[in-house]
Nanobody, 122 residues
């Protein structure tokens, strides 16, 4: 059974940083597109960042220059470094695997974690 387990969320003030991690129980982890999504109350799930099997990264315009996605294939782990956090980044963040890395549409991803909350106060 595939499991994706996120960690690293928390409450911070605007301008601070957080690093999210996602450990995946996926065989052949390196062959999957991995991504981070976020979703707030009443909002659609947004593709924040994705990284393909070659290390190519894509980002939502709202986080470019502030967030960095990375992966460690030796540890089956996905990361999201979030800098200069803003109140609009306040959401539940989800790790996802096996989907369209370039469109970052939630409906295309097969595996999901349970999410980790990020709260940003102004």
């Amino acid at each position: 059974q595939v499991q994706l387990v996120e960690s690293g969320g928390g409450s911070v003030q605007a301008g601070r940083s957080l690093r999210l991690s996602c450990v995946a129980s996926l065989s052949s982890f390196s062959t999957y597109c991995m991504a981070w999504f976020r979703q707030g109350h009443g909002k659609e799930r947004e593709g924040v960042a994705a990284i393909d099997t070659y290390g190519t990264k894509t980002y939502a315009d709202s986080v470019k220059g502030r967030f960095t996605i990375s992966r460690d294939n030796t540890k089956n782990t996905l990361y999201l470094e979030m800098n200069d956090l803003k109140p609009e980044d306040d959401d539940m963040y989800y790790c996802a695997a096996h989907g369209d890395c370039y469109a970052r549409q939630a409906r295309t991803f097969r595996y999901w974690g349970q999410g980790t909350p990020v709260t940003v106060s102004s």
